[in-house]
């Protein structure tokens, strides 16, 4: 039985019945697969050490291989933040320089930026700088340096933030991860003489149209060795001495 089990492997039981020694038909396990038909590696990493950091030292690619929903979430939310901290910051300086309180009424006094008289009037003056809109109602005076400043890191902040954000969801569209969905596989491989020698063999077809132009497959094989190996050349000599 063990002479048995070695060859065909644990996949086969032997059953013993009154009519003599007889051998059933192999018994299929059901493992769990490898590589998945889509084409996905079922492999889990665990208790590797360091892998947050290591994600987001490459914050880059983690923002891609994230799922669609996160990346939206985390898009809308870098920019609504952004917005929210420019404008109280035009809201500050406002604040500070006592434009708020003049309100526009007189004429002779010239504020850091003109017609901003609370935090939504802020907020507006930065929406419309940053998205180049430029309605003409508020600008920038020249009597406000700290003005000037903050509207040259708001352009810098804001390209930095523009190229990055615009960037990984122009990569993440443009990966065709969907495209193994129209690419079937046959339910079953088969083993056939193939040319004068035994082939793995299956199908494959493409639901589309388009065609396919030096187009690769590449295969994994997992065998599981049952039995104990074979001795390496020097094990025999050590056994021959």
């Known amino acids: 039985m063990s002479a048995i089990r070695r060859k065909f492997g644990e996949d086969y039981q032997v059953v013993n019945t009154n009519r003599g020694m007889t051998f059933s038909a192999p018994v299929k396990r059901k493992r769990q697969r490898f590589v998945e038909k889509n084409g996905r590696c079922n492999v889990q990493h665990g208790n590797l050490g360091g892998e947050t950091s290591r994600y987001i030292s490459d914050l880059f690619t983690t923002l891609v291989d994230l799922k669609w929903r996160w990346n939206l979430l985390i898009f809308i939310l870098t920019y609504t933040v952004a917005w929210l ?3 109280s910051m ?3 300086i406002a604040y500070i320089r006592g434009d708020l309180s003049h309100g526009g009424h007189d004429s ?3 504020p850091c930026v003109a017609n901003v008289y609370n935090f939504p009037s802020a907020f507006l003056f930065f929406i419309e700088t940053e998205a180049t809109i430029g309605y003409g109602y508020r600008y920038i005076t020249e009597k406000c340096p700290e003005g000037i400043i903050l509207f040259l890191f708001q352009s810098l902040l804001g390209s930095i933030v523009d190229a990055f954000l615009i960037g990984c969801m122009f990569i993440k569209m443009s990966q065709p991860k969907k495209r193994a969905e129209t690419l079937m596989f046959s339910q079953d ?3 056939s003489q ?3 020698k035994l082939c793995l063999m299956f199908r494959v077809g493409n639901l589309r149209n388009s065609h396919m132009v030096s187009a690769q497959i590449r295969c994994k094989l997992i065998k599981q060795q049952c039995g104990k190996p ?3 050349k020097r094990q025999r000599s050590r056994g021959r001495e």
Do not use: K, L
């Open 90 to 92: 035009w809201w500050v």
């Open 230 to 232: 074979e001795p390496t």
């Open 194 to 196: 193939r040319d004068g």
């Open 108 to 110: 002779s006094y010239t």
């Open 189 to 191: 491989a088969v083993i």
């Open 85 to 87: 901290v420019m404008a």
